[in-house]
């Protein structure tokens, strides 16, 4: 994909973790992640698109409410919103980005940032949607850029001096 323009006369957001955000108005949507993933879907033909911004792949089971906090809920919710501004499914189309290996989870080398990126890879593959661009894994965290209106989408890796002490 060609790298994200700079905005100009655009609505910006800056994304927080556990939320999602779906327009239709042309927008730059930023984030920054460390084992976190961030998945964004954009509509080809309506020229719309979202992004989210999960911690953990799967809610729980002793989970007493879904949050979009993990990537089952995240994925899904995106998805729904853009049907709700009237995206048809076969054209939407999806960049992956973050599941920097930051925090260790489970006791054989397995990685939160590892998992997620899994998981979201598999999930949009169950639900059929493509993944057109993906910057994931490594040991930095990233930012992420992405234009509603064009698609464009990319990550720049932070300095390990401006992430130092971050969590995700």
Not at 29 to 36: D, K, P, R, Y
Not at 45 to 68: K, Q, Y
Not at 109 to 127: C, E, K, P
Request: with cysteine; glycine share 10%; net charge positive.
């Amino acid at each position: 994909m060609p790298p994200v323009p700079e905005a100009t006369a655009l609505d910006q957001v800056f994304l927080l973790t556990e939320a999602f955000c779906c327009t239709e108005a042309p927008t730059l949507i930023t984030t920054t992640l460390g084992s976190c993933v961030a998945v964004c879907l954009w509509d080809c033909v309506r020229r719309s698109g979202g992004m989210n911004h999960f911690v953990l792949p799967r809610t729980p089971p002793e989970a007493c409410e879904r949050s979009l906090r993990y990537g089952d809920v995240a994925i899904d919710a995106l998805v729904r919103a853009m049907a709700e501004l009237g995206s048809r499914h076969k054209h939407l189309r999806a960049s992956v980005f973050g599941g920097a290996n930051v925090l260790p989870a489970g006791g054989e080398g397995l990685r939160i940032g590892s998992l997620n990126v899994r998981f979201a890879l598999d999930h949009l593959s169950s639900v059929r949607i493509p993944v057109m661009n993906r910057d994931t894994g490594g040991s930095r965290g990233m930012s992420v850029r992405f234009r509603t209106d064009t698609g464009a989408a990319e990550a720049r890796r932070l300095d390990r001096a401006r992430i130092e002490g971050a969590a995700a």
